[in-house]
């Protein structure tokens, strides 16, 4: 990216008067103040939050000055204060977004008590897109020290298309994140993370067109500052009677140390606070009765005693029970299921009669004939018996023989012949 145009640097003119005026500065006689940079230019990588400015390098009061340069970054009237140091330059984070206001100062200070620091130089910073665009509700967790989870919305002015990419700058190289989900207007994306770093750290979130707001969020120090930490589930190992209640025993969670522990009884919202690595306490209770006991747990702020915390609470324990009911509330606690068992057993009896007598059973009618038919079928002869008699009259005709009769010959004449 090319250096943003700045107004023309003082006249070495203006620069003399300017250093003669603080001949009367305030601080009395022969006290001195630093001029103000000159020939300042400044660069912004958006993918990495950084702002790197340079200004030329201005000469020391007196031979006892030893020449520092502050450098300063205002945002909406907060200030996010850099690091000292003698180079005439900064490479800082900033904190890209969708604020109103944010300016780049820097200053020359000497460590000589007759040296007065030079008026702040200001730099307007000026981001690339269209306001508005940018996400929004940007909230990341540190889950148990081993990944950070992001979740944002799309900006307010941003096409329902947009889409929007994050990487981290964590030195020396800037790394992306890839496991990216989407529920409705909600973007989150997940990526492994295990350092502890004291020193600043940026996120930043990118459009996937160039009128899309690069949004970063920044820390000063250390990346609890504005990464919330949560921890693991605790899980309750081991309730033991004691002599006014009971012990309850809990697992700590992994690679942590300086824990606070919220233990709630009976689902009620009277929690009891236990401090740093106690995973043990004993609970006055009566012992009769029943008993539910959860466990959850958070990074502590250092010497708060669990005043403050650094991090979000965990999640809630699986319930543990435990008591000594009494033998009556156990009895009863028996009874009732099998009573009910036995009063369901007979109402389903007693509801099957009334159906029977309300609603006799209808005799099925293809089953009636075919009961008919068959008991008819066994009066009447069989099919042999046919058979048999049809054979016989078929066959009789044919079986009949002719009567030979004796026969007589008779010859008739007519009278005498002569």
Known sequence: MASPSLPPPPHPLLVFLFTLQALVAPGGEGATVLPRLSDVHYEIREELCQLTASWAPVPPSSDSCVITYESDIDV??????????????????????????????????????????????????????????????????????????CSWRRG???????????????????????????????????????????????????????????????????IEEKIPIKLHTPKIVDIKESSDGVYLTWTQPKLFTGICYQVEVNNTKTKIRVFEDHTNVSIPLALKGYHTFRVRSAADSSGSQCQETRGNWSDWSEPVDWGKPENMNYLLLLLIPLCVAILTVILLLYLKKIKLLILPTIPDPGKFLKNMFEEQSEDLPSKGMFQELNQDLYKQPLQLRVKEEPTDLLIVTSGSED
């Not at 700058?169 to 990216?180: A, D, I, M, V």
Request: include cysteine; charge should be neutral.
């Open 76 to 149: 909406d009237g907060e200030g996010f204060i850099g690091p000292w140091d003698r180079t005439p330059s900064r490479t800082v984070l900033v904190p890209l977004g969708n604020q109103n206001r944010l300016i780049f100062k820097a200053r020359a200070t000497c460590n000589n008590n007759n040296t007065f620091a030079g008026e702040w130089f200001e730099l307007p910073i000026r981001q690339n897109g269209t306001a508005g665009t940018g996400a929004r509700n940007i909230s990341c967790i540190w889950r148990y020290k081993e990944s950070i989870q």
């Open 156 to 222: 307010e002015n941003a096409s329902p298309h947009t889409l929007y990419n994050l990487s981290y700058w964590w030195s020396p190289e800037l790394r992306s994140c890839t496991n990216y989900t989407k529920e409705g207007d909600v973007f989150r994306c997940t990526f492994h993370f295990d350092a502890v770093l004291v020193e600043s750290f940026a996120i930043s979130i990118r459009g996937n067109s160039d009128e899309v707001q690069t949004v970063c969020l920044v820390t000063k120090y250390s």
